[in-house]
């Protein structure tokens, strides 16, 4: 048998709720573990696959309710979920306008 590598990203800590889900499914997954990256506030996920179970099915043991309470994203490759977690990094970040007002809030304090 061979697997296939599945990245979850959520808004909140799903990872509980979501591998109670799948353990309960007759579906071959195994849980994985991403490390400590942490690009931004979401949380993340992997699980390998059964290379014969379709996304679909997975997304559908894992059910539509799950999936919209934290607006579960899945990445069927590794590029595809640091190239989203990327984008969210830059639409993150603070802009020039940002951090001159914050410049100017910080001075008119003192």
Same mark, same amino acid.
């Given at each position: 048998?061979?697997?296939?590598?599945?990245?979850?990203?959520?808004?909140?800590?799903?990872?509980?709720?979501?591998?109670?889900?799948?353990?309960?499914?007759?579906?071959?997954?195994?849980?994985?573990?991403?490390?400590?990256?942490? *690009?931004?506030?979401?949380?993340?996920?992997?699980?390998?696959? /059964?290379? #014969?179970?379709? %996304? =679909?099915?997975?997304?559908?043991?894992?059910?539509?309710?799950?999936?919209?309470?934290?607006?579960? *994203?899945?990445?069927?490759?590794?590029?595809?979920?640091?190239? /989203?977690? #990327?984008?969210? %990094? =830059?639409?993150?970040?603070?802009?020039?306008?940002?951090?001159?007002?914050?410049?100017?809030?910080?001075?008119?304090?003192?």
């Amino acid at each position: 048998m061979a697997w296939s590598t599945i990245y979850i990203t959520g808004k909140s800590d799903f990872r509980k709720e979501v591998r109670e889900k799948i353990e309960s499914s007759p579906l071959d997954i195994m849980p994985g573990h991403t490390g400590t990256f942490s *690009a931004n506030e979401n949380i993340h996920d992997l699980y390998w696959v /059964d290379e #014969n179970i379709s %996304l =679909k099915d997975f997304k559908h043991a894992i059910g539509s309710k799950l999936i919209w309470k934290y607006r579960l *994203a899945f990445y069927a490759t590794f590029e595809g979920f640091i190239e /989203d977690q #990327n984008k969210q %990094l =830059k639409t993150a970040a603070l802009t020039p306008e940002d951090l001159a007002l914050l410049e100017e809030m910080r001075t008119s304090v003192r």
